[in-house]
Nanobody, 123 residues
Framework: QEQLVESGGGLVQAGDSLRLSCAAS????????VAWFRQAPGKEREFVGG??????DYADSVKGRFTISRDNFKGMVYLQMNSLKPDDTAVYYC??????????????????WGQGTQVTVSS
């Protein structure tokens, strides 16, 4: 079963930026729909953003601050996070789905997940 690996998390201050990376442990993400989800302590996992081919979708809470991109040559997907806020503190997960899924926002559409990377934003 394909597994994903996230990297790039850390501790930053409000207003700073971070870039998270997502790679497949075997193969490439070039032909998959890929999304980022996050889960803060005591909260439900929530959709952050996703990419299908070149089309992207973002949660309202991150729109205009976060950008998802992909490097098909490297088979990687990135989440660029700018203007970070303390409310962005969470464990961030990347997930892969078949490109034909009807919605990028539904977690149960995804067949592979990473272990998560912690992002902490201090005020």
């Amino acid at each position: 079963q394909e597994q994903l690996v996230e990297s790039g998390g850390g501790l930053v201050q409000a207003g700073d930026s971070l870039r998270l990376s997502c790679a497949a442990s075997e193969g490439s993400l070039a032909t998959s729909a890929v999304a980022w989800f996050r889960q803060a302590p005591g909260k439900e996992r929530e959709f952050v953003g996703g990419i299908r081919n070149t089309a992207t979708d973002y949660a309202d809470s991150v729109k205009g601050r976060f950008t998802i991109s992909r490097d098909n040559f490297k088979g990687m997907v990135y989440l660029q996070m700018n203007s970070l806020k303390p409310d962005d503190t969470a464990v961030y997960y990347c997930a892969a789905a078949h490109v034909w899924v009807p919605s990028l926002r539904r977690a149960n559409e995804y067949f592979a997940w990473g272990q998560g990377t912690q992002v902490t934003v201090s005020s």
